[in-house]
């Protein structure tokens, strides 16, 4: 029992020497006390173009940094740093700047290669500590192999040290923890993507002295809309031995403490800390001024174009710090009296508590249809904002707890409330568990149970679309499988839109009994809509098998099965996997594989296309048109943005009709039923970047359609909707190793004119639409930081202008035909990469501009086979 005693002894002191928390590393002459040394440091930093890193731009620091141990022990020791001689100069221009506040003495307490604390005199400024923070984070090594937890300026990290000699090392941090004050959208497609890379490379003496550090950090900033577009930081820092170790005095003390006291020094860590930059010479820009430069930019003419989205830009980050009464000076101006709607959408984009006081005072003030109108336009900006504020939700929750008279401007509160709610819940550290989403949640089904007539509840069907809370999918369930046909197909709308995730057998089982018939009918749009839904769940082999039999069925709906083989088709040209997959399909079965089922009557399309790509954004334009009849049921282009395999909705422009087959000569009885006892209606949808907007009625009636027609007033271009919203918005920071804090900011807009005219003949039993989008989007990065000595300035931009016309021509004078035309006309694509740098000492700005414009053709759209034979066939007539 002793032997064993003493071998487990043994064996435990044996163990505990590879401990690194235990054995001191042999550090040997490292800053031996009682002697100082000299190294020669720099500091070199470059800015500049993610995708073109050749072009330097930046600045060189150099001094001479005197470092003494003053105090102290073999592991633990009070070492007094210096810099003398500083310099500063612009690369690549020369221009010599100066730094100032350097020279006076700070203190560093080191143990066993780390930077336990560092002490300044109280004189040091919060840019000066930062900078020798740096400086002394060189200092810090260790010897031995493996991974440690350290603090320097680039925040807690995991430093990696690998030995490639007894004299050569290499450290490697990652997983650096810091205030980042990181604020993005959960939308992956708009968010931007940060890479790092930080190592440092040493050499010691073989008495174990520090000779050499070559530190470099290195930073791109992209946005992930385009991987190339962005800029990049890269710092490099060095530090050789000049000379031998000269014998100094040290200092008389008991204690660290004692010896800190003495010399009435201020102890922090390594971390940076974070310091505001005075405005210099009155140079900070004020809302007041910048709405005067842009304000030709926000004139109505301009909304669909890039100069009111480059303005939005520019102005949210300065109007967010702005008070409520310069807000309010730029609402009553005589000057805004024209752009107030664009003005609205700008405090919309804000977010703040005073934006949203100051907004208040245009629609509560009064109840007149033009202050309802732009009430509704600040709601529906409120809505795809960036930014929720619990104290706005609040108050859009206390305002929404009364019915207002006016059903329009109470209809888009419902859904900018539901909108804002559904961010904040996605904020950090909130969730749908939160106590304000679950009283908005609460409030929505409340009102929701006491609606008596369908309009009522298409309202808080749409509120719950835009809130997505998932314990609100059972309701819509109950909704779409109990409801009219009216109610039915708006809760399905709500469930599609909700992320496929949460769809269980199940719920799968409910839907494929919505699709199939299996417990009653439905109306066709609820069937296609739950198909969808069946689809994005990416159906196995024996599923697919199943939905692909449905062709095969007697269903008597042909417009429903033309709709499954148009979205099956679509769906494999995306992924060659499912188009394999429904290929076996198709061929194992000769009763599916003819031509009898796989050529269904019908008019109804689904395709997906490629709107833009290199060196614009990738994105794609989807269009489902489900008809009835001969004529549109339920149609949508969707402009989404492609990034990897996510894909983010843009803009939704939705057109739905019920009750006109009547209008259109038709031996078709399935449509006939279709349209027994339905309204005669016609609207259109939208939806911006997910957010479902109130619809826009056309007519509702068939003697509001006639007054229409004979009228003419749906002939002329009518505007739908205009706004200016913001696309991107996200901020962070990153610390970097020489003391910098980099500000990093991605900020896009999106300006929206969409307008539409209607065009029917009786006599000519014909009819023409045509819906035009006109898109201005601009996507503004920056990569920034001041070091007190260096204003530093990165900004990279792209603007484009996007068009989109949509034609449809009707003629039913026969057996209806339909010739829909998808046409994207030219554009270009403008990109600018600025670089500024300003030097204390000197007195003008360094900058580099490059700009770049890329002409896009114009082009329409391939649709399908039968479409270009319908076109033919008008075309003759």
């Known amino acids: 029992m002793t032997t064993m005693l003493k071998l487990y002894m043994f064996l435990s002191i044996l163990l505990s020497s590879f401990d690194f928390g235990y054995v001191a590393p042999a550090f040997g002459d490292a800053f031996h006390v009682g002697t100082e040394e000299r190294f020669d440091f720099s500091n070199i930093v470059l800015v500049g173009n993610a995708k073109n890193a050749s072009a330097s731009f930046g600045y060189r620091t150099q001094a001479v940094i005197i470092i003494g141990s003053v105090w102290g022990n073999d592991e633990t020791k009070l070492l007094k740093l210096q810099i003398q001689n500083p310099s500063l100069v612009s690369i690549p221009d020369g221009n010599i700047g100066k730094i100032d506040g350097m020279e006076s003495p700070f203190y560093a307490w080191w143990n066993l290669g780390r930077i336990r604390g560092i002490y300044f005199v109280p004189s040091d400024t919060v840019p000066v500590r930062n900078m020798k923070k740096g400086v002394s984070a060189l200092f810090q090594y260790q010897l031995l192999d493996g991974t440690y937890s350290e603090e320097d300026p680039s925040g807690r990290c995991e430093a990696k040290y690998i030995s490639h000699s007894s004299t050569r090392y290499h450290k490697s941090k990652g997983n650096c923890q810091f205030d980042d004050k990181r604020m993005e959208w959960t939308e992956y497609a708009l968010r931007s993507n940060l890479k790092t890379s930080r190592s440092t490379d040493f050499t010691v003496s073989t008495e174990g002295s520090l000779q050499k550090v070559k530190s470099q950090d290195y930073v791109k900033y992209l946005l992930n809309a385009h991987n190339q577009f962005g800029a990049y930081y890269e710092s490099i820092m060095e530090l050789n031995v000049l000379g031998t170790a000269q014998k100094i005095s040290t200092a008389e003390g008991s204690s660290l403490e004692t010896i800190v006291k003495q010399l009435s020094l201020e102890g922090e860590t390594l971390l940076t800390q974070e310091f505001q930059t005075p405005c210099k010479a009155n140079n900070c820009e004020s809302i007041i001024g910048l709405f005067k430069r842009y304000k030709t930019s926000l004139t109505n003419e301009n909304v669909g174009k890039e100069a009111s989205a480059t303005a939005l830009v520019d102005m949210v980050e300065v109007a967010r710090h702005a008070k409520k009464e310069d807000l309010l000076r730029l609402l009553k101006a005589k000057s805004s009296h024209e752009i107030k709607g664009q003005l609205l959408d700008l405090l919309g984009a804000i977010q703040t508590i005073d934006s949203h006081e100051a907004a208040k005072t245009v629609f509560l003030d009064g109840a007149d249809d033009d202050k309802m109108l732009l009430g509704e336009r600040y709601l529906q900006a409120l809505a795809v904002g960036t930014r929720p504020q619990k104290k706005i939700i609040e108050d859009l929750l206390k305002m929404a707890q009364k019915e207002h008279e006016n059903v329009k401007f109470f209809d888009s509160l419902i859904q900018s409330l539901a909108a804002i709610t559904r961010r904040y819940a996605q904020v950090e550290g909130n ?77 799968r089982a409910r839907f494929e009994d919505i699709f199939f018939q299996v417990s009653k009918r439905y109306d066709s749009s609820a069937r296609t809509l739950a198909l969808d839904i069946l689809l994005d769940l990416k159906p196995d082999r024996d599923e697919l098998s199943h939905l692909v039999q449905f062709l095969k069925s007697s269903d008597k709906a042909y417009e429903v099965k033309q709709y499954l083989l148009q979205k099956l088709r679509m769906i494999a040209d995306q992924c060659s996997e499912f188009g394999t997959m429904l290929k076996s399909i198709v061929e194992s079965d000769p009763v599916l594989n003819n031509y009898h089922i796989l050529a269904p009557r019908g008019l109804s399309t689904a395709l997906s296309r490629k709107f833009s790509t290199a060196p614009s954004f990738n994105a794609s334009l989807t269009s489902l048109q489900e008809m009835s009849g001969g004529v549109l049921k339920r149609g949508i282009v969707d402009l989404t943005l492609d990034v990897d395999d996510e894909r983010t909705s843009l803009f939704t422009l939705g057109l739905y009709a019920g009750g006109m087959s009547s209008f259109v000569s038709s031996n078709d009885a399935d449509a006939s039923d279709a349209d027994e006892e339905e309204e005669t209606t016609a609207g259109m949808e939208l939806s911006v970047q997910g957010i479902a907007m109130r619809p826009l009625e056309f007519f509702n009636g068939k003697g509001e359609l006639m007054g229409h027609v004979w009228s003419g007033t749906a002939s002329e271009a009518t505007p739908a909707y205009q706004a200016i919203t913001l696309l991107q918005d996200n901020e962070e920071r990153f610390s970097s190793h020489n003391g910098v804090t980099l500000a990093l900011r991605a900020t896009g807009a999106i300006s929206i004119d969409l307008n539409g005219q209607v065009t029917m003949s009786l006599w000519g039993r014909n009819a023409q639409s045509k819906v035009e989008q006109n898109t201005g989007i601009s996507m503004i990065g920056r990569l920034s930081f001041d070091a007190s000595f260096a204003t530093v300035d990165v900004r990279f931009s792209a603007e484009q202008e996007p068009q989109l016309h949509l034609t449809s021509a009707l003629d039913f004078s026969g057996d209806p035909a339909l010739c829909m035309q998808l046409v994207q006309p030219k554009s270009s694509l403008k990109q600018r990469f600025v670089r500024t740098i300003k030097l204390v000492g000197t007195e003008h700005r360094a900058s580099r501009k490059t700009i770049k414009t890329v002409k896009l053709n114009g082009l329409t759209h391939a649709l399908n086979r039968k479409n270009n034979e319908m076109c033919n066939l008008i075309s003759k007539s």
């Open 431 to 507: 969730s749908y568990e939160t106590e304000i989403v679950k009283k908005v949640t609460a409030l929505l089904q409340e009102k929701l149970n006491e609606c008596v007539h369908d309009n009522c509840k298409l309202k808080y069907i749409r509120g719950l679309q835009n809130l997505k809370c998932p314990r609100t999918v059972d309701i819509l369930l109950k909704l779409a499988q109990g409801s009219s046909k009216t109610v039915s197909v708006a809760a399905m709308k709500a469930l599609r839109s909700f992320s496929v995730y949460l769809w269980n057998d199940e719920f």
